[in-house]
């Protein structure tokens, strides 16, 4: 097999970076792609000096093993499979099972802080930056921590004025100058997907 090409989808919170990934998974072959978030990376809290959630700050780069994402992504590159950590965001821990990722011709990596990282950035062979409304960006992360993670509206008003919108200026909006393709409406911009898809397809070799 030939060395995988590495996809990488970065933006905002809420902006549609994962279904743009699943979009694009799903339009090509079986078997023929791949998709690890960044996110599956995050720190376990108990390894921190303060384990306590309301005091560490999960939109800096910091809160993420990127230099573990590294290793695993070299490893894919030179066809050895690796493990990826799962995490769990109710309890803000690594859980005790990972996932066994094999490499193959398109890996998709998605996350807010993947372009922020320089050596990390040097990974991807293309960069897409997904742009969103950031009213829409806002809506869709109350929805996905309330329903899927358990946490208050509260909470997330609190956590988005305090990180998440500064961390989102500091690092994840400087970052889009390094991407080779900005994208509207993510997941739902279906032109932005299908020239992704023939791309992809002609630049690691699958059948269309």
Known sequence: MKEPF???IAGGTGSGKTTLARNILAALPVNSA??????????DIRTLPDPDPAH???DHP???ETSLFIRHLDQLKSGRAVDVPQYDFATHTRKAETWRVEPRPVIIV?????FADDELCRKFDARVFVQADPDVRLLRRIARDVEKRGRSITSVREQYLSTVLPMHRKYVEPSEAKADVVIPQ???NKVAVDMLV???????????
């Open 34 to 43: 791949e998709i690890i978030s960044h996110d599956f990376y995050y720190r």
């Open 6 to 8: 590495i996809l990488g």
């Open 110 to 114: 998605e996350g807010i802080l993947i």
């Open 56 to 58: 560490v700050n999960f």
């Open 186 to 188: 993510g997941g739902h």
């Open 62 to 64: 910091d809160a993420l």
């Open 198 to 208: 023939s791309y992809l397809c002609l630049v690691a070799g699958l059948d269309t």
